[in-house]
C-alpha cells in the first residue's frame, strides 16, 4: 500500500492525524484481510479507502506444505510469479522472501538461477510476502526474515533496503535488525557499501567452493569477482562491523574432495569472525550432484580434525520444492 497517497488522501478528507496511524497499524498487523474488516474505522472511511487502495499487491495463486515449511505461489499485479516460503522453527517464525523474479546470476545448482532474469522487485513487492505470511497465520506472526529466496538482494539493492527499512522500522513490521538476514552470491562491491552502513542486519555468503574454478563452474559469478577480492570484502566487512559472517557451502559431489576441505579449513579459519555454514544440497532439474553420504562424512571428519567451527543445517521444504535454491516459476 503506498503509505504516502494514504496520507494524503487522508488529509484531503480532513481527518485527524491519529486516524493514519490507526489504518497503518492495522495494516502492519496481518489481522485484516481488506479494508471492510477494519470496524475501527468508519463505513464511509473503510468504503473509500477500499475504492482507492488494496492492502497487497500479491494474491495468492497455490500455497503447499504442513504447519512447519509452506511455499506460497504468489502473483504479482503485472502478471510475473515468484516464491515465498514460511518456516516454522526454532524460536522465531521465518520468512524466505524472494528479491527478484527469477536471477541473473544463473548459478548451475539452483533452479531460479535457470529461469534467467525477469525483473527487480520493488520494495512494497518484497514486504507484501511478509504480510502475506502475517495474514495467513494470524494471530502468530513473522519474527525473522532470511533474503534467500528467488534473486540476487544486492543487485536490487536500493529495493531491498528500502524494505529492509519498513520491515524494520517500530513503525512497520518491527522485525529487529538482527533477526533479518541477507545472502549474496558474492557481489564484492556490495558487500563493502553493506559494511560501510553499520547496520545489524546479518550478512551470509553463497561460498560453495574455495577452489577459484571450481566456484566459477558453479557460480558464474566467481569469474567477475574472484575468490580473493571476495575474501578481502569478507575481511573488510568483518574489521568494519565486529560481526559475525556467515559462509553458506552446499555439500556436492564436486566440493567435498581432501584437497576442497584443506581449502575451506584455511579459509575459514583465516578470520576468527567467519563461520561456516554447511547445507545439504537439494535436488534440481539439470543441477550438482548431493554429495553421497560417505562424501559428507568425509568432508564433515575432516573438517572436525582441524577444529572447524561449523553448523549442518537441516533442509526445509526438499520435498515442497521449497528448499534452498529450489524455487522456481516456470
Ligand atoms: S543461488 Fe541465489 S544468486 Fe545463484 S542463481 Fe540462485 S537465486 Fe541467483
Not at 95 to 117: H, I, N, R, W, Y
Not at 183 to 191: L, R, W, Y
Not at 226 to 250: D, H, I, M, P, W
Request: hydrophobic fraction near 40%.
Amino acid at each position: 500500500m503506498d503509505l504516502s497517497l494514504l496520507k494524503k488522501t487522508l488529509d484531503e478528507l480532513e481527518l485527524p492525524s491519529f486516524r493514519y496511524r490507526q489504518i497503518v497499524k492495522n495494516y502492519y498487523s496481518g489481522r485484516y484481510l481488506n479494508f471492510d474488516q477494519m470496524t475501527d474505522l468508519s463505513l464511509d472511511l473503510r468504503q473509500k479507502l477500499s475504492q482507492t487502495f488494496s492492502l497487497l499487491s500479491i494474491s495468492e495463486e497455490t500455497v503447499v506444505g504442513d504447519e512447519s515449511t509452506q511455499k506460497a505461489l504468489l502473483k504479482l499485479s503485472d502478471g510475473q510469479k515468484i516464491e515465498s516460503v514460511f518456516m516454522d522453527y526454532e524460536d522465531w517464525l521465518t520468512v524466505c522472501v524472494s528479491s527478484q523474479v527469477g536471477c541473473p546470476l544463473a548459478c548451475s545448482f539452483c533452479a531460479t538461477g535457470k529461469m534467467g532474469f525477469k525483473r527487480n522487485l520493488i520494495a512494497g513487492e518484497i514486504v507484501d510476502q511478509i504480510l502475506y505470511w502475517n495474514q495467513k497465520i494470524y494471530p502468530k506472526y513473522i519474527g525473522r526474515v532470511v533474503f534467500m529466496g528467488m534473486g540476487e538482494p544486492f543487485l536490487n539493492w536500493e529495493n531491498v533496503l528500502e524494505a529492509i527499512n519498513i520491515i524494520n522500522s517500530k513503525d512497520g513490521l518491527n522485525i529487529g535488525a538482527r533477526k533479518i538476514s541477507i545472502s549474496t552470491a558474492g557481489v564484492v562491491n556490495k558487500i563493502i557499501e553493506f559494511a560501510n552502513l553499520d547496520i545489524q542486519i546479518n550478512l551470509a555468503v553463497s561460498l560453495h567452493s574455495v577452489d577459484q574454478k571450481t566456484r566459477e563452474s558453479f557460480m558464474p559469478i566467481a569469474k567477475k569477482y574472484s575468490l580473493l577480492e571476495l575474501k578481502n570484502a569478507c575481511n573488510y566487512y568483518v574489521g568494519k562491523t565486529n560481526r559475525q559472517l556467515f559462509f553458506e557451502y552446499a555439500l556436492m559431489s564436486e566440493n567435498t574432495s581432501q584437497n576442497d576441505a584443506k581449502l575451506l579449513v584455511n579459509f575459514i579459519k583465516s578470520n576468527r569472525l567467519f563461520f561456516l555454514n554447511l547445507i545439504p544440497l537439494n535436488l534440481v532439474d539439470g543441477g550438482m550432484t548431493p554429495a553421497t553420504k560417505k562424501q559428507q562424512e568425509f568432508f564433515i571428519d575432516y573438517l572436525n580434525k582441524f577444529g572447524v567451527e561449523y553448523s549442518l543445517r537441516r533442509s526445509f521444504g526438499q520435498k515442497l520444492n521449497a528448499a534452498c535454491g529450489q524455487l522456481a516459476t516456470v
